[in-house]
């Protein structure tokens, strides 16, 4: 079984954190006595530091405990720092992407990684994750875009461009989302997550951009949020505005199966209905383990979807 969403802090980043706490304004705060600090970044989506997101050996022995016998270990979220000027933002990749990479190469049968870029600025990113990828990582996570920029735009150019040339896989995961409506009973997450990811998949989807980077293996955390379910709904789109069909070759359902998908849905049914929209080749196993919402142990269609996306031959 794979584990294609999962998250870990290496000590390395948990020292950079401590060495540059005043400049990333890092916070250690205990909010139950019953449970571990949580860490903030700029006093933003703050989490508990479970020991599984830093102690190596419990990582892997749950992971192994559970029956995933491969894991694919994404920074978190929280660590991306995009807010951050340029020289901070890519020393914390360079020293994330160099410690997974080290983890990577102890057991390459087990474990595989993705690193983070400082993508609010596209020509760093792509050196950085060249030098990731040279480095033996797989590819990168990022978040749905920067600001106003959605990915689709020509300001992420020069990064897509090189993951295009490096055969890279981009894992794309949600930031919480600031619409002031979700600001009530955990929408922002619970709601926001998956409407962030929706937003960033249709944009991708309807540019057209996938024809003009077809190397680049892109995976949606969270089942691809909302889109998926509402695939005929674009479909109709294209069928009536030129708006919506002026970038595509094909209907809107036909490039939904050229990306990768979680199975990060906890429900049966929603997941049986990603199968059936994108083919069971194009859904990997995920948890997001250990964040709170984790789905544990993680569902795995078939191995299909892994061979798929690391490329390797069915057995």
Known sequence: MHDFHTHFIPNEVLNWLE????????????????????????????????????????YMEEQESIGVSHSMISPIPQLFLYDFPVEITTEMSRVYNHSLAQLSKQTPDKISAVGT?????????????????????KGAIIGPGIGQHMLSDDFFKPFFEEANRLKAILFIHPLLCEDPRLKRRMM?????????????????????????????????AHGGGFLPYQIGRL?????????????????????????????????????????????EDRVVGGSDYPFDLCVWPPREISEKGAQSLLEYAVK
């Open 117 to 137: 870029v400082p993508l609010a600025h596209p020509n760093k990113a792509a050196e950085v994750l060249q030098e990731a990828m040279n480095n033996g990582l």
């Open 188 to 220: 922002p997450n619970l709601v926001g997550v998956p409407w962030e990811t929706t937003v960033c998949a249709t944009d991708i989807l309807l540019s057209g951009m996938i024809d003009q980077y077809p190397n680049v293996k892109i995976l949606f």
């Open 235 to 279: 479909d109709k789109g294209y069928e009536q505005w030129k708006l919506v069909s002026s970038n595509l070759q094909a209907p809107p359902s036909e490039y939904l199966k050229r990306f990768w998908y979680d199975t990060v849905l906890w429900n049966e049914d929603s997941l049986d209905n990603l199968v059936k929209a994108v083919g």
């Open 19 to 58: 060495e540059n706490k005043n400049a990333v304004n890092a916070e250690w705060i205990n909010k139950d006595p019953n449970k571990e600090d949580f860490l903030f970044i700029n006093g933003k989506w703050g989490f508990e530091l479970k020991q599984p997101f830093i102690n190596y050996d419990l």
